[in-house]
């Protein structure tokens, strides 16, 4: 059975909560004054949960993130901050290829943000139909530029170049942002090292197995406590940890700082992920910082069906190799050390544990899929460059 | 907060906190220089300073928590002690029961297959009922407290045990606020003299399953959990509502102590329960005090009867088919055998490692006391 | 970079240029003629004022082209060319602050490239308020590959500034950078400027005295200047040497700072190994140096094997070596060490002003009290339970109103949380919270929930 999702505000905590009748499990997430403390999971019962199981799993949630949160609250500092700095004014990009109906969610819930005299703007990557231009058009101050070169990077970069304003926050075209999200990334800016602020993905919804499967396998939060990475807190190699690229902001200069996402990566591709991780990585490496606040909520639609999750698997281990390889032929020797550490840690362990049937065991079928991708990432990266080699030259 | 006096003998305290009758958590106090006495301030700090975001937390649910009725049901609750030969425990225990603050209750003794009146003398001082089961095995004494009662809820505690004076009321607001079948409390150590019972508790893991308020259900429920059934409750704490077993059968007899298979009759109920799909509450502020065994020989015959119990459990489960028999095989296997004892004998984190073969050889002489036990009892029946 | 100006400020800005407050630019240089230029070209392009900007520029014993380049550099300012003989970065700022003209005086290094805003944003900042030092924000600009030690030195020079921006930082002697301060020239003349004994950490010592006077630090975060650096491994080390041997210094001028200085926290090394390696060292200088010199090429090697922990052992290793050395170096005999170590038993409410705080009273009142007071240290107590101690740090500020709320979130929070655990202070709502429409709930929206 299904999974709800849940919201709870823990000052304001409902007596009941009922019509849950399609779900089995609750994934709750905590916030305390409206920011996220921790999530806890439990089970519905006859399709309702009270408060007394509410209690009894909140009263579970009492680590330092909380009491962080309640000490700042507690002391004032929030206001203290917030009035010692002007952040800055943002883009927010939304980059997207047939989706029309997540990308309406997606607009509506960035049109109510509170008003910090962002822009917006939607990059269509080569659509085959132009709903979604007429969608855009069904909305006010909303900018539309459609980017021919295929590619999620590719319209990354358009966006980072057609921004008006300093800062640019990205967001999925499957995810609803929260309505602290904007003001979250803004303020982490306030340090001239920091490049790139990412926040914390919750799923929308765990209606279907796939999406639940996806939630565990892998999930997109990192935690609910803020951490600045920096080069020596974190290998640059793995640099999947800092956060996800559906939810991130960057600032507008990183083309000239950094340089632009390389379009041999991501969707669109023939390594179809790894684009996030890559940027990522090349800040962490040139000395900037990468900061994860969890406070910058958005909510991710999975992806529902088992042939989609699989594709998404197989997409994630063609990504990470295609990373190692890009990583690998910069004259990182390392890579080969790292890739041998996930494959006996973690793919080695769960493919042994699901082929003993032991318990909280993942289909085999998902593993052997994202270790078929992991074999297939090196020869993808290659391919993809040179179909971008040749499209350059032949542009040129 | 007052003072603790009359420390000298001791080296550690173990102390349980609670707050507003709900149990939080054990702190332990370093009485290392052995003094008399430890002082209220110095209890505070080592409280404060070690479960302090526990205890921040309880304040604040507190305060969240406002819709505490003042007016709680407390319906009739009736108490079955089952007792075979401990009058000096015994007494205790009903001394115990008599200080439980509830304005309905029974309480009744059912004295299992004596081998003397003693028990039958000790009784006639103290308010209860006495009935007399011939039949030996703990859980023809229960079912035959269950047909005795007469009340709606009835709780169950054993005779070496001492429920705290809120135990009553803890069970009846837990059935009060939940639909749930069945109740099941914490049980912490009375006391901690000898290192058998401190083995016991610190690395056996004693009978409490925690601090957290649980409600559980089939449908949260793995099948791994399911089938760990001993993580639900203890027979030395449980209340179930009497209509309960109009729908589903008694205690099974061929289990339990007084039977070969020593062992085995609460949780194979507790797991018959949540696979017929009822529910089960954990509710840690029904607190009960239990004396574990004193002794090293009886600690190894303890662990030794759970090995063979637990076997015998989940052979019961696979005869009556709650779950399918193949899962039950892959459990045993990899769950109980591999997992819990086989990676225990080489991580033993403290407790000795004899114990854990004790265990061992327990489990595998469980088939076979499994048979015996059915056919013992079938014997029972029989001779009725 | 950008600029973030406060509404008020604006208006201070008209103000000010009306007042017409001259400011001058002190730059001591050293065979650094490119930097230079690029320093004196940024400095042509102020939106202060040019008329009231004057530039010296003390050639401190320059053999390059630098005079040459001076004698011929086309300046829309006032520019000033003084020239003498080597004796220092102290000296020479010593002597261009004498024949200063101006109100203000701002100390720029010769490779920090100034934004436009510079000196309008230090100036803005002096507007008003006497006695106070301003630094400005060197924003590291890395030169050459990003190498591990490169990455390590720009994220030294960001930590710092980052600390000194936040709201309630208690400001140290060691937040003074001369590469990009502005302070008036009445308080500089009072603390009679900079110690020629120094050859570096001269900024330091500086700052030690102004604090000692009472002058308030404060970062300008808009002042920003683009500090080229062109360290690399073997000038750090030698840098690291020649700081050791100022911390010596610093002790025998202020032994109230003594406590604090990294070298009076000197064990002998308990492991047989270590205690002959350091005699050893003692013994014969010159051959272990040679050895140190060698050990870089063994961190490039780590280096390019991507071993960073072990660059990182082997580059702390070797600070420590040549701090020490630079420490041995002025203190040349075993009594001269016993007698500058200091006694660690200074008695703390004796020698610094304290304070108590009740928390339990509020903070605010607590904030008053300290503003009122600025003790040194302060012992902080919720009603009858102590939380902790501000400890006294004769090299920083004293404690003010504003550093409160900062150190009860980071060093004192969990104390102060058992505190109020303690006093049942706890409650989840304490202020109002106000629902926002969309958060939470929504993939709930068709249920109904009653909210308590």
Request: hydrophobic share 40%; proline share 5%.
């Amino acid at each position: 059975m299904a999974t709800a999702v849940l919201d709870i505000e823990y000052t304001q905590i409902p007596t009941e909560i009922t019509g849950l009748n399609r779900y089995s499990r609750a994934l709750v997430l905590i916030r305390l004054k409206g920011r996220p403390v921790g999530q806890v999971s439990m089970p519905i019962i006859n399709g309702h949960i009270s408060s007394t199981n509410l209690y009894d799993a909140l009263i579970g949630i009492s680590d330092w993130p909380f009491w962080e949160y309640w000490l700042q609250d507690y002391l004032g500092l929030d206001k203290l901050h917030a009035t010692s700095y002007a952040p800055p004014l943002a883009t927010i990009a939304v980059c997207t290829r047939n989706r029309t109906e997540d990308l309406q969610k997606c607009i509506e819930s960035i049109t109510q943000l509170p008003d910090e005299r962002q822009e917006i703007l939607i990059v269509d990557n080569c659509p085959s139909s132009d709903a979604t231009y007429y969608l855009v058009q069904g909305f006010s101050n909303i900018r539309y530029v459609r980017e021919d070169h295929i590619g999620l990077n590719a319209a990354r970069n358009r966006a980072l170049r057609e921004a008006r304003h300093d800062i640019v926050a990205f967001i999925d075209d499957d995810a609803i942002a929260d309505h602290q999200w904007l003001s979250a990334l803004l303020r982490n800016f306030a340090d001239p090292a920091v490049l790139c602020v990412t926040g914390l993905t919750m799923p929308r919804e765990l209606n279907t197995e796939a999406q639940e499967w996806f939630e565990r396998y892998s999930p997109f939060g990192r935690g609910f406590r803020r951490i600045v990475f920096t080069r020596s807190s974190i290998n640059p190699l793995v640099a999947g940890r800092v956060g996800a690229g559906a939810n991130m902001a960057l600032r507008k200069n990183i083309l000239e700082l950094v340089g632009p996402f390389d379009e041999a990566l991501d969707g669109g591709t023939p390594t179809r992920s790894g684009g996030d991780t890559e940027i990522f990585s090349r800040i962490l490496n040139m000395g900037y910082r990468v900061v994860y606040e969890p406070t910058a909520l958005c909510w991710h639609r999975h992806r529902r069906t088992l042939e989609e999750l699989q594709k998404t698997l197989y997409g994630y281990g063609v990504g990470v190799y295609a990373f190692w390889t890009s990583c690998l032929l910069k004259g990182e020797l390392s890579v080969f050390r790292l890739a041998w550490n996930w494959f006996s840690h973690d793919q080695l362990r769960r493919l042994v544990r699901s082929l003993l049937f032991r318990p909280d065991r993942f289909p085999i079928n998902l593993i052997l899929t994202e270790l078929r991708g992991c074999i297939a990432g090196p020869f993808a990266y290659l391919l993809s460059r040179r179909r971008l080699y040749k499209k350059n030259r032949s542009n040129a | 907060m007052k003072p603790i006096w009359g420390i000298d003998r001791y080296e550690f305290l173990h102390i349980l906190v609670r707050y507003h009758g709900k149990p939080i958590r054990w702190v332990y106090f370093n009485n290392r220089s052995y003094q008399r006495v430890v002082s209220a301030e110095r209890l505070y700090e080592a409280i404060t300073e070690q479960i302090w975001s526990k205890l921040g937390m309880a304040l604040i649910m507190d305060q969240i928590n406002h819709k505490i009725p003042d007016k709680l049901r407390l319906p009739p609750i009736s108490i079955v002690v089952c007792t075979r030969d401990r009058t000096v425990q015994l007494t205790n225990c009903l001394q115990t029961l008599m200080t439980i603050d509830y304005p309905d209750y029974e309480i009744i003794i059912v004295d299992n297959a004596p081998s003397s009146e003693k028990t039958a003398q000790l009784v006639t001082n103290f308010p209860v009922r006495y009935v007399r089961e011939e039949r030996p095995g703990l859980d023809w004494a229960r079912n035959r407290g269950i047909s005795e009662a007469r009340h709606s809820i009835i709780a169950f505690t054993d005779d070496d045990a001492m429920p705290d004076r809120y135990w009553l009321r803890a069970i009846a607001s837990a059935f009060a606020e939940s639909e749930a079948m069945t109740v099941t409390g914490l049980v912490v150590p009375a006391e901690l003299e000898t290192s058998a019972q401190i083995n016991f508790e610190i690395g056996y893991g004693g009978m409490s399953k925690g601090f957290r308020r649980r409600t559980i259900n089939r449908n949260g429920l793995t099948m791994r959990e399911l089938l760990w059934a001993s993580n639900f409750g203890v027979g030395a704490n449980m209340a179930f509502r009497r209509e309960l077993f109009e729908s589903i059968d008694p205690f099974d007899i061929a289990l339990d102590v007084g039977t070969p298979s020593k062992g085995g009759g609460d949780i194979e109920m507790f797991h018959r329960i949540l696979a017929q799909g009822y529910t089960l509450v954990y509710e840690p502020a029904a607190i009960v005090w239990h004396a574990h065994r004193r002794s090293n020989s009886f600690l190894s015959l303890q662990v030794h009867s759970n090995g063979c119990a637990f076997g015998a459990y989940l052979l019961t489960c696979a005869r009556n088919r709650t779950v399918s028999r193949l899962s039950i095989l892959h459990f045993s296997i990899s769950e109980w055998l591999g997992w819990w004892i086989f990676r225990r004998m080489f991580r033993p984190n403290g407790f000795p490692r004899r114990l854990i073969l004790n265990e061992l050889i327990g489990a595998s002489l469980s088939p076979f006391a499994y048979w015996r036990a059915q056919k013992h009892a079938k014997k029972l029946l029989k001779s009725r | 970079m950008l600029t973030y100006y406060r509404a008020g400020d604006y208006i201070k800005k008209t103000e000010a240029m009306l007042n017409n407050i001259r400011v001058s630019i002190i730059i001591p240089t050293h065979n650094r003629e490119a930097s230079l230029k690029r320093t004196l070209d940024a400095l042509c392009n102020q939106t202060y004022p040019l008329q009231n900007m004057e530039v010296i520029v003390v050639a401190d014993g320059c053999i390059d082209g630098t005079i040459n380049m001076l004698k011929h550099y086309p300046a829309p300012f006032v520019l000033q060319v003084i020239e003498q003989s080597p004796h220092g970065a102290a000296a020479a700022r010593n002597r261009g602050a004498a024949s200063a003209q101006g109100q203000i005086l701002v100390f720029l290094d010769d490779d920090i490239e100034s934004t436009p805003s510079l000196i309008e944003a230090h100036t803005l900042r002096h507007y008003g308020r006497s006695w106070q030092v301003v630094i400005g924000y060197s924003s590291p600009v890395v030169q050459g590959s990003a190498d591990l030690f490169r990455m390590g030195l720009r994220s030294w020079w960001e930590d710092k500034f980052t600390s000194m921006n936040k709201p309630g930082h208690r400001f140290t002697y060691s937040d003074l950078c001369t590469g990009n301060v502005s302070l008036e020239t009445e308080l500089f003349k009072k603390v009679n400027g900079f110690n020629q004994d120094f050859l570096c950490r001269e900024d330091y010592e500086l700052g030690i005295r102004l604090i000692d006077i009472g002058a308030s630090f404060i970062f300008e975060p808009n002042a920003i200047g683009y500090h080229h650096e062109t360290s690399d491994l073997y000038k750090h080390f030698k840098r690291v040497y020649q700081e050791g041997r100022a911390d010596v210094l610093i002790g025998r001028y202020h032994p109230r700072l003594l406590p604090i200085l990294p070298f009076s926290s000197f064990k002998i090394p308990g492991s047989f190994f270590r205690r002959t390696l350091l005699r050893f060292a003692f013994k014969f200088p010159k051959i272990v140096d040679a050895f140190a010199v060698r050990l870089r090429t063994v961190s490039d090697l780590l280096e390019w094997l991507r071993l960073r922990k072990r660059w990182h052992q082997l580059h702390s290793a070797l600070r420590y070596y040549w701090y020490w050395r630079g420490v041995s170096e002025e203190l040349n005999t075993q009594q001269a060490f016993d007698h500058s170590l200091p006694c660690r038993l200074f008695h703390a409410d004796k020698d610094f002003s304290c304070m108590e705080i009740d928390l339990s009273k509020g903070i605010e009142e607590a904030e008053k009290r300290l503003d009122q007071e600025r003790p040194e240290h302060a012992y902080v107590l919720y009603g009858l339970h102590p939380i902790g101690h501000i400890p006294p740090n004769p090299g920083a500020e004293r404690l003010s109103g504003k550093h409160l709320r900062q150190i009860l979130a980071n060093e004192l929070a969990v104390p102060l949380l058992k505190a109020l655990i303690l006093e049942k202070a706890i409650s989840a709502a304490g202020t109002s919270y106000q629902r926002f429409p969309h958060s939470g709930q929504f993939s709930v929206e068709k249920n109904a929930h009653k909210s308590a």
